[in-house]
């Protein structure tokens, strides 16, 4: 992701004073030197806040009393970028953003009111870095550690503060909170390359697939317990049909498939095959008979009459929605023929209070637009008329069979009172009828969770589809992946680490993302960082893995972490602040202290520069440090962007109200 400084800006409460601006040069070693309490350690926050961040950081008294707004210039490669962020007050943060994007981007002088929010800049900025917006897990047992990544956790690789440049507990920027971190552990292998969009969105459909197969095993085992029961009652169905007189006598000791073929030849009959008495049929029983025939012909004339109905209903209700749609999209374009009309007159946008002549062509394609929805739906409005009236009559034919429908069940209602011979029938009758359908359901659910079944076929399908997803999202893959990438970053990380002030260069160092820090392998011994001494072992590991880190995003087919990295006092284990104060007297007792320490301190400077100059461009690193050009002049990839000493600040002194404020104040000796 390309994504570099090139402003740091200030907005004054005082309208009338203009805003301070800071001037970066992309891809150089970017230095702001200067004294104790200048405003160095506020360039990070002031950075963070403006990308986003979901609390203000900012140090309180003197920058957050005299600024209004805070942002910053950022180039892209889709433009330039303004993202300014207005001063909470008294607020943890403020969501609101005022948001500029182009080629050419004018600094306003002061900002009135916001055009934008923080939610909609953190959204922008996850589009720009092309992450994923899949969860690492999806389903019951996601969390917010497993949630899709975001650019705000990119942070840990832009920011090395002054309480973590050389903290040999802490490697990672705000890895110091137990979400953070655990969020951090969650994408570590996405941002090696070790799992992919594609391997996630495989994850997720393996996921989803492995849903599928838990409850549909479930249904089986249900569906084979009720089955257990149903192939004991095989027997007593195919006796109960052979006293309805559905079949002759067969033999004993058949098998379950003979019984069931038995059964199933059965369910195939007709009616008319059916014989369930010997007595002799009166003239009552023969007109009952084809009553019956009658009621079931018009049952099914009728039965599709009503689906008609019921289809032609839905039909009719889609061309009203689709009308109403129609209108609601032409009332939305009613407002080109206003600003059409208005074009006429004023020739000046109410909404943008843009030129409406530079936009004609537009306006006119709307209207254009508009002309053939107006004519759409008028034209929608003649499909109603001829259909309403097929409509009714559908509606009267329904009305009219079920009328006949009714007329031949009361027919056949006083014949079967009359005659005790045909309601003995009809019992018979409908009994078999009522074990055939019963029947028929019986064999469907034995054949349900037979061997080849469609639910048993469809378990074997999803076992072989899940098999064939795990194989391309292997955890071993993904683990070797993620050990070839951790190697490579080693690797660079062990070419730079002999440039810096380390006790050992000679030895091996690796990013360990699990604990997410570093371990050394030295002489046949594996230490974490902790466990080694010396702040200048601390810092140097810091450097190398961050500088590594950033060498294999930038060698990544997919790279969404930014080119940038801001280390704030990188110095301070040579020069702490007491130290600092301390330097004569020191240097009157060994002369020799000062050179040894400002030689260390120009190896850090000299390293990053060298790492930058390696970037060709695609890298930019701040340095905010207390050290003086004899540690990093002459460096070739070196920008000075200001030096604050003798009153100059990140803070112009005209903007103070206090100016006593800033006496120094000594610090306790640690």
């Given at each position: 992701m390309i994504l570099q400084l090139k402003e740091l800006i200030l907005w004054p409460r005082i309208s009338s004073l203009g805003p301070r601006r800071l001037y970066f040069q992309p891809g150089k070693l970017n230095i702001i030197t200067g004294a104790s309490r200048t405003g160095k350690s506020a360039i990070i926050p002031i950075i963070d806040y403006c990308l986003g961040s979901k609390t203000c950081s900012i140090p309180i008294l003197t920058i957050r009393e005299e600024c209004s707004w805070f942002g910053i210039l950022v180039q892209t490669s889709q433009g330039d970028k303004l993202f300014a962020r207005r001063e909470p007050g008294n607020q943890r943060e403020t969501g609101d953003m005022f948001v500029l994007q182009g080629d050419s981007i004018s600094i306003p002088d002061k900002i009135e009111t916001p055009n934008d929010t923080a939610e909609r800049v953190r959204l922008l900025l996850d589009e720009m870095s092309g992450l994923t917006s899949l969860n690492f897990i999806e389903g019951e047992n996601s969390s917010s550690s497993t949630s899709r990544p975001s650019f705000r956790?990119?942070?840990?690789?832009?920011?090395?503060?002054?309480?973590?440049?050389?903290?040999?507990?802490?490697?990672?920027?705000?890895?110091?909170?137990?979400?953070?971190?655990?969020?951090l552990r969650g994408i570590f292998p996405y941002l090696?390359?070790?799992?992919?969009?594609?391997?996630?969105?495989?994850?997720?459909?393996?996921?989803?697939?492995?849903?599928?197969?838990?409850?549909?095993?479930?249904?089986?085992?249900?569906?084979?317990?009720?089955?257990?029961?149903?192939?004991?009652?095989?027997?007593?169905?195919?006796?109960?049909?052979?006293?309805?007189?559905?079949?002759?006598?067969?033999?004993?000791?058949?098998?379950?498939?003979?019984?069931?073929?038995?059964?199933?030849?059965?369910?195939?009959?007709?009616d008319q095959q059916i014989k369930v008495s010997e007595i002799t049929i009166s003239a009552s029983i023969e007109e009952i008979e084809k009553l019956n025939k009658q009621d079931s012909n018009i049952s099914q004339e009728l039965t599709s009459l009503r689906k008609r109905l019921q289809e032609m209903r839905l039909v009719r209700n889609s061309a009203t929605d689709y009308r109403d749609a129609l209108i609601i999209q032409r009332d939305?374009?009613?407002?080109?023929?206003?600003?059409?009309?208005?074009?006429?007159?004023?020739?000046?946008?109410?909404?943008?209070?843009?030129?409406?002549?530079?936009?004609?062509?537009?306006?006119?394609?709307?209207?254009?637009?508009?002309?053939?929805?107006?004519?759409?739906?008028?034209?929608?409005?003649?499909?109603?008329?001829?259909?309403?009236?097929?409509?009714?009559?559908?509606?009267?034919?329904?009305?009219?069979?079920?009328?006949?429908?009714?007329?031949?069940?009361?027919?056949?209602?006083?014949?079967?009172?009359?005659s005790k011979s045909a309601a003995n029938y009809q019992f018979q009758a409908k009994k078999a009828e009522r074990f055939i359908g019963g029947l028929e359901e019986a064999i469907k659910t034995f054949e349900k969770?037979?061997?080849?079944?469609?639910?048993?076929?469809?378990?074997?399908?999803?076992?072989?589809?899940?098999l064939v997803i795990k194989e391309s999202v292997d955890p071993n893959a993904i683990k070797e992946r993620i050990k070839s990438a951790l190697d490579s970053i080693s690797a660079y990380s062990a070419r730079w680490l002999p440039d810096l002030d380390v006790e050992e260069p000679i030895c091996n160092i690796h990013l360990d993302i699990q604990n997410l820090t570093i371990k050394v392998n030295y002489a046949?011994?594996?230490?974490?960082?902790?466990?080694?001494?010396?702040?200048?072992?601390?810092?140097?590991?810091?450097?190398?893995?961050?500088?590594?880190?950033?060498?294999?995003?930038?060698?990544?087919?997919?790279?969404?972490?930014p080119g940038l990295l801001i280390v704030d006092q990188p110095?301070?284990?040579?020069?702490?602040?007491?130290?600092?104060?301390?330097?004569?007297?020191?240097?009157?007792?060994?002369?020799?202290?000062?050179?040894?320490?400002?030689?260390?301190?120009?190896?850090?400077?000299?390293?990053?520069?060298?790492?930058?100059?390696?970037?060709?461009?695609?890298?930019?690193?701040?340095?905010?440090?207390?050290?003086?050009?004899?540690?990093?002049?002459?460096?070739?990839?070196?920008?000075?962007?200001?030096?604050?000493?003798?009153?100059?600040?990140?803070?112009?002194?005209?903007?103070?109200?206090?100016?006593?404020?800033?006496?120094?104040?000594?610090?306790?000796?640690?």
């Open positions: 956790d990119l942070s840990a690789f832009i920011f090395q503060p002054q309480n973590i440049i050389a903290n040999p507990d802490v490697l990672f920027y705000k890895a110091d909170t137990y979400e953070h971190r655990e969020k090696l390359n070790a799992i992919t969009p594609e391997i996630l969105a495989k994850q997720h459909e393996l996921a989803r697939l492995e849903k599928d197969l838990r409850r549909k095993e479930r249904e089986l085992r249900a569906v084979q317990t009720v089955s257990v029961q149903w192939i004991g009652s095989v027997k007593s169905k195919i006796v109960e049909a052979r006293e309805l007189g559905l079949i002759e006598e067969v033999e004993q000791n058949l098998s379950l498939n003979a019984m069931l073929d038995i059964l199933r030849r059965l369910v195939s009959r007709n939305r374009l009613k407002i080109t023929d206003w600003l059409l009309m208005r074009g006429d007159n004023f020739n000046i946008c109410p909404v943008c209070s843009n030129s409406i002549g530079n936009n004609s062509e537009k306006l006119m394609t709307l209207q254009h637009n508009l002309r053939a929805l107006e004519n759409s739906t008028s034209e929608s409005e003649v499909i109603p008329v001829v259909f309403d009236r097929e409509y009714e009559q559908t509606k009267s034919i329904v009305q009219s069979k079920a009328e006949e429908l009714a007329a031949i069940q009361a027919r056949q209602r006083t014949l079967e009172s009359r969770v037979g061997v080849d079944s469609d639910l048993a076929n469809e378990i074997n399908l999803l076992r072989s589809e899940i046949g011994r594996q230490s974490f960082l902790w466990e080694l001494g010396s702040g200048s072992n601390w810092l140097s590991c810091h450097l190398a893995i961050m500088i590594g880190l950033h060498k294999f995003f930038r060698t990544s087919k997919h790279n969404p972490v110095s301070q284990v040579y020069f702490p602040k007491v130290l600092i104060r301390r330097a004569k007297e020191l240097e009157a007792i060994d002369p020799s202290f000062r050179d040894e320490d400002i030689q260390a301190v120009r190896k850090t400077f000299s390293f990053l520069n060298n790492a930058v100059n390696d970037a060709k461009g695609r890298l930019q690193v701040l340095v905010l440090d207390h050290a003086h050009d004899d540690t990093w002049g002459e460096l070739s990839e070196v920008y000075l962007v200001e030096e604050w000493r003798d009153g100059n600040k990140l803070v112009p002194m005209a903007w103070l109200t206090d100016v006593d404020s800033d006496i120094e104040v000594i610090e306790p000796v640690d």
